[in-house]
């Protein structure tokens, strides 16, 4: 499973936010995800983690 910058990311939980899907920002030991709907707010996850907890991935391209 490989996972970009500008991914959407939809995750198995919704967050309390009501965040649909999630952008990645950056990749490595540690992703970072933004909302779409409020740009201030950033999960991060390790990628051990992050893959447990994805639902569906759609690439930008």
Known sequence: MTIN????I???????SKT??????RTGTIFKLRSNLDENL???????KLIKIIKKI????
């Open 42 to 48: 950033i999960l991060e996850f390790t990628k051990d």
């Open 5 to 8: 910058i500008d991914d959407k």
């Open 20 to 25: 649909a899907y999630w952008i990645v920002v």
């Open 10 to 16: 939809y995750l198995k939980k919704n967050h309390p």
């Open 58 to 61: 759609e690439s930008r391209k």
